[in-house]
């Protein structure tokens, strides 16, 4: 069962506006048109979906679950609308995790608009993974273990987990071995496969840090701290390749002192592979991460 189109933009917009009469404007509806959009959707779902209150419009918990499927799907629609408006055709929709798309891809990006330029590239990043029922992500860039079943799952790159700070933070510090890192705040990622205990574990003996000096729940705010002086980062030197390479970090002890991971992965199912747009990228994403592009910077 599919509700009528109206019934679930009236339910989005609401949702997104937090208000009926606002809702109704946007739409070039009267207020009472709105409300029976909603009355209809939730006699079709038999369950209630906003709460009016002396506050304004509140949703459900039922409500809020149900937005989220719903505005990627009509998210989706509005896209492939406005495309075929406008006469774009093969565009690829590619999803990533935050940090990579900003740290790696972002600075690749240009290469492949030049090898494709009848592709148009529609890049999104959130920390949650797309959900290709909804038809909406041709492919996923994937921070974590590859515990995705039913999908073509690819490792992009082996990445060196390793100590990182700034050139001048570890002058001042006086930086040379494991041990002088407990002199000093450590920066610590959450959503990392790699930990600083893990590190220390490899490497440390039995160096054992007691805290962190700042937690964050992305790479590149972690990246971000150490540019700015504010202590040591254990992070991927392939993701903070562009920041090494301006001098705004440096591997404090190489790689010698590094944890080898494959954490980010290229997650698609089977049958976008036969998509000639899904190809091109794929063909070019191996090509940026093999060692011998990497090693041109």
């Given at each position: 069962?599919?509700?009528?189109?109206?019934?679930?933009?009236?339910?989005?917009?609401?949702?997104?506006?937090?208000?009926?009469?606002?809702?109704?404007?946007?739409?070039?509806?009267?207020?009472?048109?709105?409300?029976?959009?909603?009355?209809?959707?939730?006699?079709?779902?038999?369950?209630?979906?906003?709460?009016?209150?002396?506050?304004?419009?509140?949703?459900?918990?039922?409500?809020?679950?149900?937005?989220?499927?719903?505005?990627?799907?009509?998210?989706?629609?509005?896209?492939?609308?406005?495309?075929?408006?406008?006469?774009?055709?093969?565009?690829?929709?590619?999803?990533?995790?935050?940090?990579?798309?900003?740290?790696?891809?972002?600075?690749?990006?240009?290469?492949?608009?030049?090898?494709?330029?009848?592709?148009?590239?529609?890049?999104?990043?959130?920390?949650?993974?797309?959900?290709?029922?909804?038809?909406?992500?041709?492919?996923?860039?994937?921070?974590?273990?590859?515990?995705?079943?039913?999908?073509?799952?690819?490792?992009?790159?082996?990445?060196?987990?390793?100590?990182?700070?700034?050139?001048?933070?570890i002058r001042t510090h006086?930086?040379?071995?494991?041990?002088?890192?407990?002199r000093v705040p450590l920066?610590?990622?959450?959503?990392?496969?790699?930990?600083?205990?893990?590190?220390?574990?490899?490497?440390?003996?039995?160096?054992?840090?007691?805290?962190?000096?700042l937690r964050f729940d992305?790479?590149?705010?972690?990246?971000?701290?150490?540019?700015?002086?504010?202590?040591?980062?254990?992070?991927?030197?392939?993701?903070?390749?562009?920041?090494?390479?301006?001098?705004?970090?440096?591997?404090?002890?190489?790689?010698?002192?590094?944890?080898?991971?494959?954490?980010?992965?290229?997650?698609?199912?089977?049958?976008?592979?036969?998509?000639?747009?899904?190809?091109?990228?794929?063909?070019?994403?191996?090509?940026?991460?093999?060692?011998?592009?990497?090693?041109?910077?």
């Amino acid at each position: 069962m599919i509700p009528p189109l109206s019934a679930l933009q009236a339910f989005e917009t609401i949702a997104r506006r937090k208000s009926f009469a606002l809702a109704a404007e946007e739409l070039h509806l009267t207020p009472s048109a709105v409300s029976h959009q909603v009355a209809k959707l939730e006699g079709l779902l038999h369950v209630r979906l906003f709460e009016r209150s002396a506050r304004g419009v509140e949703m459900t918990p039922a409500g809020q679950q149900y937005l989220q499927r719903v505005a990627s799907a009509l998210g989706a629609i509005n896209a492939a609308t406005e495309d075929l408006r406008h006469g774009v055709q093969d565009t690829l929709y590619v999803h990533s995790s935050p940090s990579f798309a900003s740290l790696w891809l972002m600075p690749r990006i240009a290469r492949f608009t030049e090898l494709h330029p009848n592709i148009s590239l529609v890049l999104s990043a959130s920390h949650v993974h797309s959900d290709f029922q909804l038809g909406q992500m041709d492919i996923d860039i994937r921070y974590g273990m590859p515990t995705w079943p039913n999908l073509e799952v690819e490792c992009i790159l082996a990445e060196r987990i390793m100590p990182l700070a700034s050139p001048e933070f570890i002058r001042t510090h006086a930086l040379h071995e494991p041990k002088d890192l407990m002199r000093v705040p450590l920066i610590q990622s959450s959503v990392n496969l790699v930990q600083w205990p893990d590190w220390f574990t490899r490497f440390g003996g039995d160096l054992r840090p007691e805290r962190m000096g700042l937690r964050f729940d992305r790479a590149m705010m972690s990246l971000d701290a150490a540019v700015q002086k504010l202590g040591v980062a254990l992070e991927s030197a392939s993701v903070g390749q562009a920041l090494i390479d301006s001098g705004k970090l440096q591997p404090i002890f190489g790689e010698k002192l590094s944890l080898e991971v494959q954490a980010h992965f290229m997650v698609y199912p089977a049958r976008h592979a036969s998509r000639p747009e899904v190809k091109s990228f794929v063909e070019w994403l191996r090509e940026e991460a093999s060692p011998l592009a990497i090693s041109k910077g």
